[in-house]
């Protein structure tokens, strides 16, 4: 019987679309159809080992969990995890649906065309100056800075506002999490045009 195996990025409910990168959902929902009818044949829940984890590259670590899938429904992957994903042969499929069932519904009506759900979004970080103060952090030194994998966060001295480098930004995410200001958040990248 001919299958096709996709792997959903949800929260810890096990049914939301996780809201952040790839690598940050709590669970991978795998749902396995039948290619040709289009049936459901077996689902189950994955933990991902690797939510927590800031190493670079995490993108590879997440693909070997998923090495027996050939899709990828989430909502967000890092600029340079979608070339890594592809390179390993993954179909990704971008969604802005809230539940994996809705996504997986969507999916399954377009399944022979395999198209995407929509486009990738590429997210950077930025910060509310209107939030942010550097005094109440630890010391004046932002609570961000150490949580971003690739140190795109910049502080010239304690209680300086920090800047985000745009071009040096990934999209994780940590820093957002990091920040107990709230000061922090993600937003789609401008592209040239824009």
Partial sequence: MNRRRVAIAVDEDGKTIARGMLGRAHYFLIVDLDATRKEELARSLRPNPYKTTLQRGKTYDVADVLSDCQTIICRHIGKRGI???????????????????????????????????????????????????????????????????VKAIKQGAPYELPKVVQSVCEGYGYCVEACPLKALRLTKRKTEGE
Avoid at 96 to 121: N, W
Wanted: net charge negative; glycine share 4%; aromatic share 8%.
């Fill in 83 to 149: 070339p890594r994903m592809k390179e390993r042969g993954f179909e990704l499929i971008f969604t802005k649906r809230a539940t994996a069932d809705e996504a997986l519904a969507e999916f399954r009506k377009g399944f022979t065309a395999a198209q995407e759900i929509s486009s990738p979004v590429s997210l950077v970080a930025v910060v509310d100056y209107n939030k942010c103060h550097p005094e109440k952090c630890s010391e004046g030194i932002c609570a961000a800075i150490d949580a971003c994998p």
